[in-house]
């Protein structure tokens, strides 16, 4: 009698402890929250919305830079697209993304390989590294361009420094 209350007291705690858990499951790792936070682009929402409100905030095209996010549209193996940021560019056709819930549900890959196979070299056409197979994907996605980290309009900042040397005045009283 005892032995099998204890086994019901242990079976509710699991079937419990599942219960709690599950809204936690719930919360997985998405790709545009994480976007946003490796790349500082401020943009919400379904990763498929992205192209379109970078428009006149952000500046956008066809050029792998580093700090990008590539902008994947949607498809029917993508219902809400995907975005990814670009860590290194390997050359104009080859780049390495870090992104996440792509090869695994709410997993954080980086440094993964994704390949230009446009037939116009704009990457509108990309192959991207699958885990699962431990290679590109079998099948190419549609993607929209790259976004690039800096605001639309925005110049770089540029630091100028005298050279002490050339300057022509007393390197005690200095530049200030």
Not at 74 to 86: E, Y
Not at 100 to 119: F, K, L, M
Request: with cysteine.
């Amino acid at each position: 009698m005892i032995g099998g209350f204890r086994a019901f007291v242990a079976a509710a705690t699991l079937a419990l402890g599942a219960l709690i858990t599950t809204p936690a499951a719930a919360g997985i790792l998405q790709c545009a929250p994480f976007a946003r936070q490796v790349s500082g682009i401020e943009l919400y929402g379904n990763a498929n919305t992205w192209w379109g409100q970078a428009e006149g905030h952000y500046d956008r095209g066809h050029e792998p830079r580093v700090g990008a996010v590539l902008a994947f549209a949607a498809s029917r193996s993508m219902p809400v697209g995907h975005v990814a940021m670009v860590s290194k560019v390997v050359s104009d056709r080859e780049v390495l993304l870090t992104h996440a819930n792509w090869s695994y549900r709410g997993g954080i890959e980086r440094n993964v390989r994704a390949v230009d196979v446009s037939p116009n070299n704009d990457w509108t056409d990309v192959r991207v590294w699958y885990g699962p197979i431990g290679d590109l994907g079998l099948r190419s996605n549609h993607a929209r361009g790259f976004i690039y980290a800096h605001k639309a309009g925005d110049m770089p900042v540029q630091i100028a420094m005298a050279d002490r040397a050339t300057a022509g005045g007393d390197s005690a009283r200095g530049a200030f």
